[in-house]
């Protein structure tokens, strides 16, 4: 498992803006991806930084989250 707090550094204070996330890699059961990204989604606001865009890829191992921001 990877660390979240990496994730959420890159998130942040990355110059990159586009992310494609392996949900499977932070979270044992990724069909509760949705609480995963709503609790990065609320850390990312409280830092001021916009999701402009996203989407999730799912199959049935692994959950991608496709996200741009804005910082």
């Known amino acids: 498992m990877k660390n979240k707090d990496d994730l959420i550094y890159d998130l942040i ?7 494609e996330i392996n949900v499977s890699d932070y979270i044992q059961n ?4 949705e609480i995963f990204i709503k609790e990065i989604k609320e850390i990312l606001k409280k830092s001021k930084v916009s999701v402009i865009k996203e989407g999730i890829n799912m199959s049935p191992i692994t959950a991608i989250w496709i996200l741009k921001v804005k910082k």
């Open 13 to 19: 204070f990355s110059e990159q803006t586009d992310f």
């Open 30 to 33: 990724i069909y509760k991806y």
